[in-house]
């Protein structure tokens, strides 16, 4: 499968020029124009490479880095920018930036840092969060304490521990066997049904409309995935 890439930059010229240039190579390449949409569409965790300019609307490139490495995600990034001091380049490789090429700069130099980052940074297992935000929830797993709308969420530990396993795997789709090897340890009375229970417990707490949920999804005949 080609490599997908996001591409986050605010200038509609420079953004076509480099997303045909990337196309050129082969690999799929989404785009955002914004830090907010930049962030949203990251942290599905979809993406082999996301190219990010630091000058963004909305949320800057510095600040949407942050919140993904605070999130857990694990895609390599490279950070574009039309600065040149030394600082900068700094602060983004201590926010967890793998990468940082300097405007303008030559197309090669460009694929080659692509193809350097697919290389070296090959995706790992995502790393489990400690707190994460979705809509208006929040989760905090080091204290064990969900709330909606700033509100405190009753939460049973098993539906804590489902919750964090459909989250440390989001964007991908977990199976009902999976769940029963890891968050149940295949306890002789836990059936695919009891599964299905606590996720709709879930949807009930946490999504404000269960009955076609946003964030967590069902995949018929395999498991959930949870997206945000």
Not at 5 to 18: F, I, N, R, W
Not at 50 to 72: A, N, Y
Not at 80 to 101: E, F, P, Q, S
């Amino acid at each position: 499968m080609n490599s997908r890439l996001l591409l986050v930059e605010d200038e509609p010229g420079l953004s076509l020029t480099v997303t045909d240039l990337l196309e050129a190579e082969g690999y799929q390449v989404d785009t955002a124009m914004d830090g907010l949409t930049g962030l949203n569409k990251a942290g599905t965790g979809d993406y082999d490479v996301v190219i990010l300019d630091v000058m963004l609307p909305g949320k800057s490139g510095f600040d949407v880095c942050r919140e993904l490495r605070q999130k857990g995600c694990d895609t390599a990034i490279m950070m574009l920018t039309a600065k040149t001091h030394v600082t900068d380049r700094v602060v983004g490789l201590k926010l967890g930036a793998d990468d940082y090429l300097a405007k303008p700069f030559d197309p090669s130099e460009l694929l080659a840092r692509v193809e350097s980052l697919l290389r070296r940074i090959p995706k790992k297992k995502r790393i489990p969060v400690a707190q994460f935000e979705f809509g208006n929830v929040t989760a905090d797993f080091a204290v064990g304490q969900v709330h909606k709308k700033g509100e405190p969420v009753t939460m049973a530990a098993k539906e804590l521990q489902l919750l964090r396993y459909l989250i440390d795997r989001r964007g991908t789709v977990v199976s009902r066997e999976e769940l029963l090897q890891n968050v149940w340890e295949y306890q002789a009375d836990v059936s695919s049904r009891t599964i299905d229970v606590h996720v709709a417990w879930l949807r009930q707490k946490l999504e404000d409309n269960p009955q076609s949920p946003q964030y967590i999804h069902t995949v018929r005949g395999v498991g959930y995935r949870f997206t945000a």
